[in-house]
């Protein structure tokens, strides 16, 4: 029955997806391997997490889509997800989620070791730490980009063009909180509805997820916008800042500016070691709590 639903619920969202324009036909591919790898999973957390940043993410990438391309001419490429943005902001927590089913799929919590109990929890730390560091900057970038003002660097304080790597707003900074809040809020409620009586009987921890994503999301995004800064190029093209051009593409263009940063990491590079890091963040964090 399981297996029905996980089908169902990822083909659904699949083509939705590819039929609103959100991915790509390769970000379609990829994100059956993540939806599949996730709603397979006993835990609702799992599946709940994943519908929440996917379907916000995508609605976020189309509002105000016009906006977004007077600010950035680039953006209508950049809104279809292709397969390594896709991976990039699901692949880790697919694999969280495949460990965790082969740990303890079809376990209940009171057959459990107090350690392994531990290491259950530990894994769903992780994969809120992940999902709420993506969330976070996805609706960072998404809604910052509307902001009035311009942003400023984060390792400067001074103001950059709109779209700079490693700038952040208030509107930005506002907007990752809630996107971590979302992811955090999700788990919480999951948790209490499936795992009541084990909250009830002590035989897991009462943890504020919502508190926990939060905090991981903020975290997750500014660790983002450092790597952007300082290990992305952005450049100044035509009064616009661009980013994840090469060498080549570069020397064809006249009075372009470096802006900030090396060119050694491309997005989709930085989003995945921003959330690798945020993962270790989460499992540290865990590590001093228990």
Not at 30 to 35: K, L, P, R, Y
Not at 48 to 76: C, G, R
Request: net charge positive; with cysteine; hydrophobic share 45%.
């Amino acid at each position: 029955m399981r297996v029905i639903f996980a089908v169902a619920i990822t083909s659904l969202l699949c083509f939705g997806a590819l039929r609103k324009r959100s991915l790509s036909r390769s970000g379609t591919l990829a994100a059956a391997f993540v939806g599949l790898s996730t709603t397979s999973n006993d835990n609702m957390l799992f599946t709940a997490v994943l519908l929440v940043f996917f379907v916000t993410s995508s609605f976020w990438t189309k509002y105000q889509a016009k906006e977004k391309m007077k600010i950035d001419p680039s953006y209508s490429k950049s809104s279809r997800r292709n397969w390594k943005q896709v991976l990039c902001n699901g692949g880790i927590g697919s694999l969280i989620s495949l460990i965790y089913q082969y740990k303890f799929d079809g376990r209940q919590v009171d057959e459990l070791t107090i350690e392994e109990r531990k290491y259950m929890v530990l894994l769903i730390w992780a994969y809120i730490g992940f999902y709420a560091c993506c969330a976070a900057d996805t609706w960072a970038s998404e809604l910052g980009a509307l902001s009035s003002d311009w942003p400023v660097l984060i390792t400067t304080l001074k103001t950059v063009p709109p779209g700079t790597n490693g700038a952040v707003s208030k509107l930005g900074l506002l907007s990752s909180f809630a996107g971590g809040a979302a992811v955090g809020l999700t788990a919480d409620i999951c948790m209490w509805l499936q795992y009541f009586s084990a909250y009830r009987s002590g035989a897991l921890p009462k943890i504020p997820y919502n508190m926990l994503g939060t905090l991981l999301g903020i975290a997750g995004s500014l660790i983002d916008s450092l790597l952007g800064a300082t290990l992305q190029a952005s450049y100044l093209i035509n009064k616009h800042a661009v980013s994840d051009i090469s060498p080549q593409e570069l020397k064809q263009l006249e009075n372009s500016k470096l802006i900030c940063g090396r060119d050694i990491l491309s997005n989709n590079t930085v989003n995945l070691v921003a959330s690798a890091l945020t993962v270790v963040l989460a499992i540290c964090f865990h590590v001093l709590v228990f």
